[in-house]
Each structure stands twice: as C-alpha cells, then as structure tokens.
C-alpha cells in the first residue's frame, strides 16, 4: 500500500473553502479530513472529534510544550493546532489527508513534509469576496473590515501554493480540486511502490 | 489568454494509448492531437492532414536537414517527425497540445520545452501486454515478438515522465488523464497570469 498524499488547503475567509472541503469528502472517499485541536469554544452543531478536538487553554499549551504539534496558529483570540502524530497515523494507514489551514502553518508542514501538496483556493475578485462576506449579514462593520485586512494578506501568499483554484463556480472549483486530488495520485513519484512488481524498471 | 500545455503522452504498443487519446479528445475540446509527418503509407481509413501528414523520404529528410522538426524517429523502417513550428502555434493559440511519441522523442522535446508534461501509459502487466497484442490477430509471432521487445523497451523508460497511468480499467485511465489534464491547467505557475489582473500579489 502507497502512503497517502498530505494535502494542504488554504484560502481567505469567504473563498467557500469549508463548503468545497465537505462536497469533495463526499465525493472521494479516500479523503479524510485532518482534525484540529483548538481552543475556541464549539459553535452550535460543533461536535468534538469531528470538526475539532476542542481543548482548554491550558491543555494546548501543555501539547505545544511538548513539540506534538505539526502546525499551530493563533487566529484573533482563539489558538489552533495539528497534532502530527495523527497525521502521520492517517497517511501510513493510506489516506489522503487534507489540511485546511493558513499560510503560516502550510509553511511549518511544508518543512515537516516536502511531498505535501499546497492548494490555494481565490474567490473570483476582492469586491465578489467583500459581497460574500457581507452576505452572511451577522457581523458589524469592523469584524467585515478585518477579516478583509486578513483576507486580503492571506492572498498575498497564494504564489506559495503548487495549485490555484478559482472558485467563481461552485461546480468547476469542485472539479478542479477532485482532479488534482486524482492527478496527484498518478505522479510517477507515488506510484513507482505501485508498478515495481510488474515491471522491472 | 495562457499559452497552452504541451502534453506528451508515451506508451508500449498495445497499452490503449490511441484509443484513450480519442476518447480523451472527445471529452475535452480545449486539447488538440499535434499531427505527426511520416514516410509510411497510409492504411485504410487514415487521412492525410488529419492523422498524419504523409510525406515523401525525400521531403521529410529536407525538413530534418532545414531543422523543423521538433523531435524525430524512425520506427522499423518509417520515419516520424513534429514540425516545431505546428507545435508552438497550437500553444500560442492557447490549444492543449497533446504529442504520442516513444521515449526518445519525448527527450528531444523536453529539451525544447522544460515546462511540458510527460505522461506514460502502462498495460497491466506483460502477460495482458502479449494477449492485447496477439489479439489483434494479424500479425505472425515474429512480428509480436519484435514488438514485445520493443514495448519492454519503451517501458524501462517509464520512470523519464511526470505521471503514470496504469490502463487496467479504460475508464478509470480515461478518468486519470483528462484528470492530469484539469489539474496540470491549475498548476500556480500557469494560473498566475490569469490571477493577477484581480489580486495584487
């Protein structure tokens, strides 16, 4: 069995990364999705060990300490981490794992994993993402003005990335993501393991 | 407008290449199939100017001397050869370029073009490789032999391209190249023209 493929996902605030995340688990049932620890508390239909683990404050310093972490953020007031023990367990069990995380932590993967793969997803326009956000009709003026700002700077790292999808339709950004997923998977590199039986090259 | 991707596709004799690359072109109407010159005759049903451009020796060795072909061969007693200057038109027209060429031709064109993509397609195995040729049934087993050694050959050459893809099921090979294909379009090195009128980075 080949070890499954790290992928790492990463896109500002509005680009309708969580909602392509959970259409293509649907789709692919080889992928699974990394589960996070954090420190915020659950939002209503959160539930622990599915979307996050959710731990105390004290208890993410403690793992921190102790190096468990594969990447960690703090986001506004709340902290946010990946234990790599988990990772490692899923991918040498064969999955495909994805990362839904931010720039700064694909850059602490990308050193603990050089064959992970980055995927940048882009709303179709800075004004398009301001209506996006807008839409969601909950939040004041200031929290829309900084999540643009922070929007805005996790774009500036897109070119980070191996790939780019733009998500100005639901249905091609889908497709596009599914295809690299399956393309990934038939790079010569993962696949010698695959072969080598039959051929002797 | 991108330029277009150039795709270079290689295969032992009886893995399926031809009838994928059709049916890959049926399904994906941005790709075009490059049009190789050769000096062997035409079979029944083949056009010129569609399939081949048949020439005479005498015309394609004036072109191998003037220098227009992007990669050439002489497969038993026929010569093949990609004008370099049909090649690069289809790409600035922003076409998908797909060349079926051996591993020899394929190394003549990545030294022409370092950002094209090289794709090899496997059978099976060498016992479904031998049945698949044996069953065309018009061919004497001097010339299965010949071209058992030949397709060995070719595929101690596999591990020269960027993705493999094993045709056990034609399906799901068929699935894996116009895969390769969507996920090669959104590579960040070949989106960032397309990104870059809407984001300043």
Known sequence: MNEGILLIVSAPSGAGKTSLMKALLARDPALTLSVSCTTRAARPGEQDGVHYHF???????????????????????????????DVRTRLAEGHDVILEIDWQGARQVRECFPTSVGIFILPPSIAELERRLRGRGTDSDAVIARRMAQARSEMTHADEYKYLVVNDRFDGALDALAA???????????QRSRVAFAFAF
């Open 180 to 190: 690299i997923v399956v393309a990934e998977r038939h790079l010569m590199v993962r």
């Open 55 to 85: 731990v105390a404050p004290a208890e993410f310093q403690a793992a921190l300490r102790a190096g468990d972490f594969l990447e960690h953020a703090r986001v506004f007031d709340n902290w946010y981490g990946t234990r790599a023990a």
